[in-house]
């Protein structure tokens, strides 16, 4: 059997794979298009990537503040220590009394406040200081670690002179 050349010099062999090409570019394209008019299947895919790089990304922020927190809060015991250490008995007595007085002097303060406000302004405050009162201790050690602190550092740079 013979090809018959076309018009172009093709023979029938080349004329038929030519048309196979031309009859799947169609099928190709009209998959293409389907894939890109399925765009809440692309956008829940898209999601789905990004809630799993954010739970990485929370994770290792969570990592690194766990990593942290422990050297930074072997630290702040150490330097109280030191400062309670170097720090006379008589300024650790005044630190207790300033803080018994400041103590003293909120109280008085916030009663006043209490009377002259709204009930609903009130409740706030009172919630505020209901958390205040629960966490008393590393507020008052924060307190005294400051007035410590203060003075040492005076006595340091007292001595330089």
């Known amino acids: 059997m013979t090809d018959k050349q076309g018009t172009n010099g093709a023979t029938g062999d080349e004329l038929r794979a030519e048309a196979a090409g031309t009859r799947e570019e169609p099928g190709r394209a009209l998959e293409a298009s389907a894939d890109k008019a399925d765009l809440r299947e692309r956008g829940r895919q898209q999601i789905e990537a990004v809630k799993e790089q954010a739970v990485v990304v929370k994770d290792q922020a969570q990592e690194k503040i ?20 170097h720090t006379p008995d008589q300024v650790l007595e005044q630190g207790g ?55 040492v550092v005076r006595r340091l740079f007292g001595r330089r002179r």
Request: no cysteine.
């Open 97 to 151: 009394q300033l803080a018994a007085q400041v103590r003293e002097t909120v109280e008085q303060l916030g009663h006043r406040a209490a009377d002259s406000m709204s009930p609903q302004v009130g409740e706030q405050v009172g919630r505020a200081a209901d958390s205040v009162k629960a966490n008393r201790r590393p507020l008052l050690v924060a307190a005294v670690t400051a007035v410590l602190t203060i003075v």
């Open 66 to 85: 766990a990593n942290g927190a422990e050297p930074a809060r072997d630290k702040v015991a150490h330097a109280v220590d030191v400062i309670k250490d």
